[in-house]
């Protein structure tokens, strides 16, 4: 037992400091890209030709964007790129409210704006989700289970995933909804109490990623269940568990401004955000 005290005492707490400090990301992490139209040579279309997802568009022109609800963030256009004008960055904050505010220009952010103010009055302190893997590889559905554990513990904020939609103030979709998995999606939407918000988790629940234009998919959640617009969309292939806390504490107006904390730059203040 003492012993057992000592480790505990000698490994100390284990969360990160996000948010109220940095967190820490592997070397290999890719965030934002920041795009610089301005290097963008006239008719060159490199990064466009090996983009698996058609993620790139303008590619040529000064209006050279990427869509980073279909981006697996590979990092294949920055080195086809002959001018430099893509680089990913370290930028975690990926999330939005609307689908036309994933698609990435220049290297400003657009951060997701929080709920009305009753919504977060609901939800703001008692969050519960139910999440449905709707096809995929269960890539994204590793990260998500990585926000509940010892080092994210999205549960120190009241976030939790439940078993069951009864229990749910929203639904988490991954996966681009397999005809296979559409009934259940529905079913499970419609068994989740109003109010409810519906949250896209990576490429293939955003646009269908890797598997878009398959006969047997719906490319994503947009659309899969009548009527439901997605509250929430958070890109990636998959998603860094930072990213994922950050949209959903953005959402729920936990998180507001525009700090970017990481270890190793410290925190950078005062980026300007559309
Ligand atoms: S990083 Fe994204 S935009 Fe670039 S090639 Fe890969 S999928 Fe396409
Ligand atoms: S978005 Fe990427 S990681 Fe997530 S389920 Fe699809 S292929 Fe897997």
Same mark, same amino acid.
């Given at each position: 037992?003492?012993? =057992?005290? /000592? ?8 969360t990160?400091?996000?948010p ?13 890209p ?11 279309? !490199?990064c466009?030709?090996?983009?698996p997802? !058609? ?7 000064s ?14 256009? @920055? ?8 680089a990913?960055?370290? +930028?975690?904050?990926?999330a ?18 929080a709920?009305?103010? !009753? ?9 519960k989700?139910? @999440? ?17 554990? $010892?080092?994210? +513990? ?35 939407? !419609? ?14 629940a =955003? ?7 398959s ?10 269940? +009548?009527?439901?617009? $997605? +509250? ?27 700090d970017? /904390?990481?270890?190793?730059?410290? =925190? ?5 955000? /559309?």
């Open positions: 037992m003492i012993s =057992i005290l /000592r480790t505990r005492l000698r490994l100390g707490s284990q990160i400091a996000y109220d400090g940095p967190a820490r990301f592997p070397e290999r992490f890719r965030g934002r920041a795009l610089d139209a301005a290097r963008c040579k006239a008719g060159c279309a !490199e466009a030709a090996v983009c997802t !058609e993620a790139v568009g303008g590619a040529g022109t209006d050279l964007s990427i869509d980073l609800g279909r981006c697996l963030f590979c990092g294949l256009c @920055q080195e086809a790129c002959p001018e430099g004008a893509i990913f960055g370290r +930028d975690y904050r990926l939005a409210r609307t689908r036309e505010e994933l698609v990435a220009r220049g290297d400003v952010p657009l951060l997701a704006q709920l009305g103010a !009753e919504m977060q009055r609901v939800f703001g302190r008692s969050l989700l139910r @999440q449905v893997s709707a096809a995929g590889c269960n890539g994204c559905e590793a990260e998500l289970n990585a926000t509940g554990n $010892v080092q994210f +513990d999205l549960g120190r904020f009241g976030v939790q995933f439940v078993a069951s939609p009864r229990h749910a103030d929203g639904v988490v979709v991954t996966g681009p909804v397999s005809e296979n998995m559409l009934t259940g999606l529905r079913k499970t939407w !419609e068994a989740t109490p109003a109010p409810r918000l519906l949250i896209a988790v990576g490429a293939c =955003i646009s269908g990623g890797p598997f878009a234009g006969p047997v998919c719906r490319d994503g959640a947009v659309g899969a269940i +009548d009527g439901v617009p $997605v +509250d929430l969309f958070i890109p990636g292939c998959p998603p860094h568990p930072v990213t994922i806390l950050d949209g959903l504490l953005r959402l729920l107006g936990r998180v507001q401004g525009n970017l /904390r990481l270890t190793g730059t410290g =925190i950078v203040a005062a980026e300007p955000a /559309r």
